[in-house]
């Protein structure tokens, strides 16, 4: 393939100019010379015409946007504002989004291990619904209810349908040997709900399920949601929830099912299963994937005769995890000629100590690609940010939302003091007593 890369990768509001590809209304390159590289970069009308389209498809208060996709103040805001409730999967999602302004009843709040103190915070702000995967935390709510006399806790239980759909291993959670949910198969499931229709403790509110990620078939969708919905009718459940899992387009010419098409194979599924309610959905990747890119500059250019040309640029596996974990796949191209032919194979890697470094194994590129050019890698909005480390001490890239002809900083790059900002430098320090005083005095803090 030598062919420009596909239009359908690239963000929405993406048009060529004297300047190459522009974003909201803001050259790529541009961005790239003003916030440095690597640089996450987001299409800001692209992720609300997202969100509108999800809300159209299931209806008002019926989406809530996976915040584990990418998550961040000005995300969850924008997620927010458009009328999405957000599923969040840890305290520290959690956190982020009350902290953005998201109303405590707009928020769903997940995990497979939440511990007591991520329980007591969100039964505490008051979220929307806990929903609980497991007897443990079951018990863990009972206590909180005992000891701090916290009111029921509305809840949704997870279970594990026996339906498994997904891209790969990793990211198919549904089936039978799964760490999430009750099992329906082995009766947990039923169990789990007369349990928590009898505790004082909780308030059962319904029945999630989230078969898996990078779903291509909506069919796979509508399977999992046929089986919870099964169940919850069976059990008199007032709500359902079938979690998340719309793919999309990594590569050109990949067809990808819209939202309008997984709500009509959803809603025929459940009803053909005997749920006459409403349905609720978890969409991640589906709203933030395709409308953000990935900016680097490329620092090498090595041709081995007759093995391959390495291109290398200033990232890599720690802000986008994906190609090393899951095989994933992506394209490339050069923002400032995105409409060129692409007929330069070579293998993208970063820049970490690694050989499994490797962004795109066969890439596709212009002939003219030189050392310093910036490098685009479109459809990284989804799972890439949230997953990237400080492997080899890089610092975290930027994040910029763009939006007519403006760029905003919405998340700043790490600096070299980010680094360090964990380490204990003096031995002892940090450390308390069995007493709770400190072992090594701080400077101007008196002695210990
Ligand atoms: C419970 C739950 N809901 C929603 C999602 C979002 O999935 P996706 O990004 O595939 O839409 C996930 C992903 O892991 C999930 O675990």
Not at 147 to 172: K, N
Not at 190 to 212: K, T, Y
Not at 423 to 437: F, L, N
Request: proline content about 5%; aromatic content about 6%; hydrophobic content about 45%.
């Amino acid at each position: 393939m030598t062919s420009a890369v596909d239009p359908d990768l690239l963000p929405l509001t993406s048009t060529s100019g004297p300047g190459g590809l522009a974003v909201g209304g803001v050259p790529l390159v541009e961005l790239a010379g003003r916030f440095g590289t690597p640089l996450f970069v987001y299409d800001e009308e692209h992720l609300r015409h997202r969100c509108r389209e999800a809300l159209d498809a299931f209806g008002a208060d019926r989406v809530a946007y996976a915040s584990k996709a990418f998550l961040c103040t000005a995300m969850a805001r924008l997620a927010h504002e458009e009328g999405l409730l957000l599923d969040v999967a840890s305290g520290g999602e959690l956190r982020v989004a009350l902290r953005a302004g998201v109303p405590a009843d707009r928020i769903v709040v997940h995990g497979n291990n939440k511990d007591v103190s991520e329980l007591r915070a969100a039964a505490h702000a008051g979220v929307r619904h806990l929903v609980v995967d497991s007897f443990d935390e079951v018990h863990r709510i009972e206590s909180l209810h005992r000891e701090e006399g916290l009111p029921p806790v509305p809840v949704l239980l997870r279970v594990a349908p026996g339906v498994a759909a997904g891209a790969h291993e990793a990211i198919r959670t549904g089936g039978r040997d799964s760490k999430f949910g009750f099992g329906l198969a082995d009766g947990t499931a039923a169990e789990a709900v007369r349990r928590v229709r009898r505790s004082p403790a909780m308030r059962f509110d319904g029945v999630h399920a989230h078969v898996g990620s990078q779903v291509l078939d909506p069919s796979e969708l509508a399977a999992g949601a046929a089986a919870v919905a099964r169940f919850a009718a069976g059990v008199g459940a007032a709500g359902l929830t079938v979690g998340g899992g719309l793919g999309v387009a990594y590569e050109g010419g990949q067809r990808v099912p819209t939202f309008a098409a997984w709500a009509d194979a959803v809603r025929a599924a459940v009803h053909g299963a005997g749920w006459s309610g409403g349905v609720t959905v978890e969409p991640g990747r589906s709203i933030t994937a395709r409308a953000g890119l990935t900016l680097y500059r490329v620092g090498t250019v090595k041709h081995i005769e007759g093995v391959r040309t390495y291109v290398s640029v200033d990232g890599g596996m720690s802000d986008n995890l994906r190609p090393a974990l899951y095989a994933s796949r992506y394209e490339a191209f050069l923002p400032r000629c995105p409409g060129a032919p692409r007929p330069l194979r070579a293998r993208l890697v970063g820049k970490h100590c690694e050989s499994g470094d490797v962004i795109i194994d066969r890439a596709a590129l212009p002939a003219d690609l030189a050392v310093s050019d910036v490098l685009a890698t479109p459809v990284t909005g989804a799972y890439g940010y949230a997953m990237a480390s400080n492997y080899n001490k890089l610092p975290r890239p930027a994040v910029v939302f763009v939006r007519g002809g403006a760029a905003r900083l919405v998340v700043r790059r790490e600096t070299d003091e980010d680094l360090l900002r964990l380490d204990v430098t003096e031995p002892g320090a940090g450390e308390t007593r069995t007493d709770g005083t400190a072992l090594v005095a701080v400077a101007g803090a008196g002695s210990a």
